[in-house]
């Protein structure tokens, strides 16, 4: 790793970074709220880039976050997408067609960041997914993976993949949350009496339970490991380029979103 460039990299792959700290702000709002300093990795979801990262995203990639904020208005004016579009593909590729640049380059910078978070006295934390469902144990350098890498440093990820949910008790320093996909209950009640936490996307307003647990708004911010278990963190759904056809805004018709009238009747249940 002597001779490993960061720049030289970027300038080759033509990226201005591999993850940062600032790009997203859901990662912005767990600094202002919890003094959290998150430096996150957005990849090109599902098969984008010619690689699956998503295998169980079948109900929800079109309806991804990739497809909002900044990008979102890249996707809606550009066919094949913009800059963002671009970009995250080719870090994707650069993932699983060399792995050890990237790995170099990964950890370069969250060793950077870290520095930062610690010279300004803020606690550190790293999503490797936001915009995938990578596992942890897949970024390795030399036989050694991430986790391992940098022990010291917090790490938590949202998944629909269940053996995933593992890792946390693997690792300790690996936090996650389990993703509600409208058809996954069961397996979230298991998690949920486990002590885990579980995330579910509401279309509009936010209940104050979901089948008989507490929801929290996991709208402030996005540092999920400073939550208790055994609840559910509710998010409102965020509109996405894929909701417009024509211009016009059209209700996405997944089970990943719980339309209003489900999460009313679940509260009457009870």
Known sequence: MDK???SKVKRTLGISYLGCCDSSPKLVKSLTHKNVLTYGLYLAPRDLSGHNVCSNSDNCCKYCLNGSGRNKIELLTYKEGGPIQQSRIKKTKLFFED???FMQL????IRQAKRKADAA?????VRLNCTSDISPEKFTLMGVNILQFCESIQFYDY?????HT???EKYSNYDVT???SGENWEICEELLKKG?????VFENVLPEEFRGYPVIDANQYDARFLDEGGLICGLTYKKVANDYVNGKYQRPETTFVTRQEEAVSSCEAK
């Open 178 to 180: 389990y993703s509600y």
């Open 106 to 109: 990964l950890i370069h910078e």
């Open 121 to 125: 006295n803020m606690k550190f934390a």
């Open 99 to 101: 792995k050890d640049t």
């Open 166 to 168: 593992k890792l946390s």
């Open 4 to 6: 490993f460039s960061p």
């Open 159 to 163: 998944t629909k993949v269940y053996e």
């Open 196 to 200: 885990y936490r579980v995330a579910v």
